[in-house]
């Protein structure tokens, strides 16, 4: 099998950082980047995934003849080619039988949860625009970051851990997970749980905090009504992942924090997506791993800078590297736009505004939880946690 060749003749990766590299590339370098490693992952996908190569067939198109590069993509899209959240189990390459891989779970942009398999490479990258993302914000080597995460198997908790030993900031973290606290949990012991985390908090007295909005938020105001004075800690950043917020959300956790609040924007399925620097000008896509265009969801036409658009992720691989799930033309159901402005900070990747979803929105403290017809697994029991809260 062709996949098994790959496997034993591919490039191992170092892990080591690329950001070096990249800060020497010109716009046109990165450009070319990106049509290369668009030629290789949708080429990879069609021989090694017999979904994509139905989609590719019946759009007319070979990925080996037909597509050079990001325009190509996106004709392939408007044609059918492309995924969403309900097709990750059509997704997994023929060859991930023959690979390592970390099975994770995550509700994503779909109402049911969803099985990803990751592999080596995919880690790899992964650490890579985590990277990024960090010294985009100031986390420098030696720091301290509070980290808070659902349990394994869910992407949080797995997707962020080589991120600690390849390449990123050379940091001490301290990884907190959510505890299940249910109504037949006494007041004593909730206070005794809530108190451990605290003990634990001032100990470590983090530089950076990172997590979820309904971590960094809602669980940490639980704690404050347990005694955390978050005033006598030396918190520098807090640092949002996940799913879209708002500027209000954004606002009201620096301000919980007494810090300056940090956005990104990434997915179990494709990663990390953008990220915010200090200028704050919208945010860096993170273009070296990633290939991100809006499209107009009724017709599929690019809908082009600085106008609002559905989003359109394709992770990006060189040729010999080998993820274990393909996500091609792959949608959150979310609405970003591409800025023509560049960033002051000097960095050459491309900006965009915050995404936002359209979905109906529940506020809780002043914090939507999505209602869907069939909420996932992750949703429930993040509702299950905020009653108990309460």
Not at 52 to 73: C, E, T, W, Y
Not at 316 to 333: K, Q, R, V
């Amino acid at each position: 099998m062709q996949g098994l060749e790959l496997l034993n003749t591919r490039k191992e990766g170092t892990g080591e950082s690329v950001l070096s590299q990249e800060h020497i590339l010109s716009r046109s370098d990165l450009e070319l980047a990106t049509d290369r490693k668009i030629r290789a992952i949708s080429r990879l996908a069609y021989d090694h995934n017999p979904f994509l190569h139905r989609l590719f067939d019946s759009a007319g198109m070979n990925p080996h003849a037909d597509v050079s590069g990001k325009s190509d993509l996106l004709k392939a899209y408007k044609k059918g080619v492309r995924t969403t959240g309900a097709d990750v189990e059509k997704l997994y390459a023929d060859y991930a039988p023959e690979l390592p891989t970390i099975e994770i779970w995550s509700s994503g942009s779909s109402s049911k949860s969803k099985k990803i398999l990751v592999s080596r490479d995919a880690l790899i990258r992964s650490s890579r625009g985590q990277e990024r993302r960090d010294r985009a914000s100031g986390i420098q080597d030696g720091q301290r970051v509070l980290r808070f995460s659902a349990e394994a198997p869910h992407a949080t908790s797995i997707s962020s851990v080589p991120a600690l030993f390849h390449g990123s900031p050379k940091v001490r973290t301290l990884a907190f997970h959510l505890p299940s606290l249910y109504k037949n949990v006494s007041k004593a012991e909730k206070e005794r749980i809530a108190r451990s985390y605290i003990d634990m908090i001032y100990e470590f007295n983090p530089d950076h905090v990172r997590g979820g909005v309904f971590a960094v938020y809602k669980f940490a105001r639980w704690l404050v009504s347990y005694g955390l004075d978050i005033e006598k800690l030396s918190v520098k950043s807090v640092h949002l992942g996940g799913d879209p917020t708002t500027e209000e959300e954004r606002k009201a956790i620096g301000k919980l924090w007494n810090a300056e609040p940090f956005d990104s924007y990434s997915s179990s399925e494709v990663n990390l997506v953008s990220y915010e620097c200090h200028s704050h000008s919208g945010m860096h896509i993170n273009e070296s791993d990633i290939f991100v265009a809006t499209v107009d969801p009724e017709s599929g036409d690019d809908v082009g800078g600085n106008k609002m658009g559905r989003d359109l992720c394709t992770p990006l691989y060189e040729d010999g590297e080998m993820p274990a799930t393909f996500f091609l033309n792959y949608s959150h159901g979310d609405n970003i736009a591409i800025l023509e402005d560049t960033c002051p900070c000097g960095e050459i990747s491309m900006l965009s505004t915050h995404p936002t979803r359209d979905t109906r929105k529940k506020l809780i403290t002043g914090f939507g939880l999505d209602i869907k017809e069939q909420p996932s697994i992750v949703r429930r029991a993040a509702r299950k946690i905020g009653r108990s809260l309460n």
